[in-house]
Structure formats: C-alpha cells, structure tokens
T-cell receptor, first 112, second 115 residues
Framework: GDSVTQMEGPVTLSEEAFLTINCTYTATGYPSLFWYVQYPGEGLQLLLKATKADDKGSNKGFEATYRKETTSFHLEKGSVQVSDSAVYFCALLSGSARQLTFGSGTQLTVLP | GAVVSQHPSRVICKSGTSVKIECRSLDFQATTMFWYRQFPKQSLMLMAT?????????EQGVEKDKFLINHASLTLSTLTVTSAHPEDSSFYICSATRTVQETQYFGPGTRLLVL
C-alpha cells in the first residue's frame, strides 16, 4: 500500500537558519504530493503541492520538488522565522485512492 | 477560496452523552468530506469518507454505530459521537474536496473532552 516516511523530529533551529525536512514515499502510479502545516491547536493548512514529477511547489518561502527517481518530496526554506514553528506533514494522494496518506509529522521549533 | 469551518471548536461533555460536530465548506460545494481523528503529537487517522447523499465509508476499526456521519448537502457534513466515553476524547478534523482528485481543504478541528 501507499506510505509516507517523514524525518522524525523534533527539529529545533535558530531564526534565519536553513530548513530541510525529508519526506519519501511509496505509491502505485503517479501520486500527487503535499505539505501541510499545523499550528498549535489548529487544523491543517495546505502549504504547497506538486502533481507530477519535477514539479516544484512553493509558498511563503517554502519549496519542495517532486523527485520521481528518488521518490522524495523534501521541504526546504532558506531562512526560517519564529512564526514557522509548527508541525509539518508530508502527504500523498495516489492515482487510484481518494484519500490522503500522511507521514507522521515533524515538529519544528524556531528560536529567536 | 476553499474555506472549511468546524463547529464547535471545543466541547466538553459528560460520559454517556452524544456530541455532534459540524463541518461546512463555506465557499465551495464539497462532493466528498473526510473525517479524521488526531491523538496528541500524532498524525491524522482517517475515520471515514462521506459523499453527499450516500452512506459514509468507514475505515477498518472505526465503529460506524458510534461515529455517525451524515452528509446531507454539498456544504455540510456532521459527525455524531454517540454515548461518548473518555477514550473518545481527541481532536477531530474534517476536510472537504470539490472533486475526487482535488486538494483536500481542512477545517480548524474540534477538540472533544469527555469527562
């Protein structure tokens, strides 16, 4: 079945540091890939997505590139801010399934 | 666009009572809505998928008689936790999509505490 493996946290960085959160997947067909962010006490917000190989999703300074050859969709940001502190979830939607498969989530804390 | 709301945001109830949680798509028609449960510091667990006008499809291990889902219109789905017990305390999140393959948009979640 489909699965998403996410870098375990928690991750703690200083403000303006570079962020990478690794995400790899297994799926049949050609899935769409997503990063969602969850702030404390809230639901999930779509951060970015990519629907086909080599697509780059980007939003609010975050980027992720759909790499079919390595089955990866790593999240990156060049300079994090305290307000980026949240839990980040990688997810996939396969061609045949109608439901998202989530990774375990990575807690990010950015210190001033 | 693509805003999903949930009500209530937080509810505390006594053991044995039933609680209804509403999920609404505010600016689009949602053919499919999903209900998730999230335990502290864990990922989301899909409970069920509901399509407007038809019965919900429950994931394995989810009691359909305990978690009643109704998707009566294209903008509203409800989850009723019947005869709630302390172990039902959790964060319940819904999501909605316009079409099968489109991005899911999530509600802000409902925190349920059963005393």
């Amino acid at each position: 079945g489909d699965s998403v493996t996410q870098m375990e946290g928690p991750v703690t960085l200083s403000e303006e540091a570079f962020l990478t959160i690794n995400c790899t997947y297994t799926a049949t067909g050609y899935p769409s890939l997503f990063w969602y962010v969850q702030y404390p006490g809230e639901g999930l917000q779509l951060l970015l997505k990519a629907t086909k190989a080599d697509d780059k999703g980007s939003n609010k300074g975050f980027e992720a590139t759909y790499r079919k050859e390595t089955t990866s969709f790593h999240l990156e940001k060049g300079s994090v801010q305290v307000s980026d502190s949240a839990v980040y979830f990688c997810a996939l939607l396969s061609g045949s399934a109608r439901q998202l498969t989530f990774g375990s989530g990575t807690q990010l804390t950015v210190l001033p | 666009g693509a805003v999903v709301s949930q009500h209530p945001s937080r509810v505390i109830c006594k053991s044995g009572t039933s609680v209804k949680i509403e999920c609404r798509s505010l600016d689009f028609q949602a053919t499919t809505m999903f209900w998730y449960r999230q335990f502290p510091k864990q990922s989301l667990m899909l409970m069920a998928t509901s399509n407007e006008g038809s019965k919900a499809t429950y994931e394995q291990g989810v009691e359909k008689d305990k978690f009643l889902i109704n998707h009566a219109s294209l903008t509203l789905s409800t989850l009723t936790v019947t005869s709630a017990h302390p172990e039902d305390s959790s964060f319940y999140i819904c999501s909605a999509t316009r079409t099968v393959q489109e991005t899911q948009y999530f509600g802000p979640g409902t925190r349920l505490l059963v005393l």
